[in-house]
């Protein structure tokens, strides 16, 4: 079964060689981008310029509106996938730092490490900014000392100890400051 679409058969055109999608392939467009209105309550045009407004100001974009960015504009995208591997690059760090110096630190060396003349660079301090951001407001932040060495206090004092065997087949345990020497049995 052939269906005209617009006066022009759908299939193979005899001329050029030119293939044309099915129509149900073209219906299933329409329907999408129906329903892309339709659940919004916007238009297309505002749809995609709120879009490229959060995308700029590095905020995270939803895996509809990533979808939407990579149908409608790539370069955009490739831009906004980028930033966002970066956030999430710096994200990771963030949570392996042991203090509030360090993650600043971090922060810092993820700005510094984009280039003056990257094109994209607002857009990626954007992103970095936002995602630091957030990890100061979470606990996660709250709870780490201002820096490292406020987090060993807690360690310094104790004491070293090492366990060794005698020639007895009994371990003794030996601690830095005056050598105390413990037996355990066997």
Known sequence: MNL?????????????????????????EYV??????????????????????KARSGQRLTPDEMSFLARTNPELY????????????LENRLKHCRSKK???EAFMAAVESISEKDPDRDMIIQA????????????????????EE?????????????????????????IEEGKEVFEAGA
């Open 128 to 147: 970095l900014n936002q995602a630091f951001r957030e990890f100061k407001e979470s606990g996660a932040y709250q709870e780490l000392p201002e820096e």
């Open 4 to 28: 005209m679409l617009n006066g022009k058969e759908n299939g193979w055109k005899s001329g050029k060689e030119e293939y044309k999608a099915p129509i149900e392939q073209q219906l299933m």
């Open 78 to 89: 490739r831009k906004v996938l980028r930033a966002q591997m970066m956030r999430r690059e």
């Open 102 to 104: 360090e993650a600043q």
């Open 32 to 53: 999408r981008g129906m329903k892309e209105e339709g659940t919004r309550g916007e238009t297309k045009e505002a749809y995609a310029s709120r879009i490229y407004a």
């Open 150 to 174: 406020e987090g060993k206090e807690g360690q310094a004092g104790r004491k070293k100890a090492e366990l060794y065997l005698n020639e007895n087949g009994y371990q003794e345990l030996y």
